[in-house]
């Protein structure tokens, strides 16, 4: 298939993926992701039989490293660590080529292979990309960073610094911040955050947040971590560093409202918000004021 409305960016979390396409095969592991560009033609097999995972699909700009500022050149996703198929093709056999296009599917037999590019010249390419390769950044001081410097890929639109859609992971790593809650803060923004989960647990949600599992919070909807997280988070000793062990969480994050299909909404958590339900109000008004 190929897809002529935008590009794919691609999160298995269960199953190996065999994807070969027009510019050659791409192997790709739950842990790694892969991005295919907008028309390029492939096929997906599964060599281990079922498997699931996300799909966020783009329909203006191109996903890129994002521009590392003062972190300078080496730090986050790093270009070396990206990788890209070898031309490989076949002779020539019968294939129902499927097109998604402007929303629609539509098919086409044709009496060739696709897959028949014998060299190529070019960086309009797919890739894949190890999520374990990311080097992460952190604060060693205080307070949170941004979650953009958990940046792995961004899609940034015409106004500046605002994102089509960003790749966020969420990858094992030591955390050493003082006076500090850990965990990430309640808030809300004017970015959608679509959350997912590849392996371990989420360091804000203790309970319910599986792998394969996934929740949306929308534009300027406040949340944050759920009650024992929070509870573990207030009393924990901070005094030294500690390190999240073997986890994967992600995010697709986008200037876009995202709203979720039929069938999304026949299978959503409708107890979800009772995450919250026991937390505590620890600040109290006088008569004074405060």
Partial sequence: ???????????????RLDIRTELGQLEVFPGEITVIPRGIVFQVSLPDGPSRGYICEIFESQFTLPNLGPIGANGLANARDFKYP???????RHYTLINKFNGKIFQAHVDHSPFNVVAFHGNYLPYKYNLDLFCCMNSVTYDHPDPSIYCVLTAQSSI????????????PRWE????????PYYHRNCMSEFMGLIRGEYEAKKDGFLPGGASLHNCMT?????????EWASNCDISKPSK????????FESMYILMPSGIAQQKWDRSYYKCWSELKNYHKTSSAGL
């Fill in 86 to 92: 070898l031309a490989a093709f076949e002779e020539d």
């Fill in 222 to 230: 406040p949340h944050g971590p759920d009650y024992k997280t929070f």
């Fill in 176 to 183: 050493a911040k003082d006076h500090t809650f850990r965990p």
């Fill in 1 to 15: 298939m190929y897809n002529s409305d935008g590009e794919m960016l691609i999160v298995p979390q269960m199953g």
């Fill in 244 to 251: 999240l062990g073997d986890t994967m969480a992600f995010m």
């Fill in 160 to 171: 500046n610094g605002v994102a089509v859609a960003d790749f966020v992971i969420f990858p």
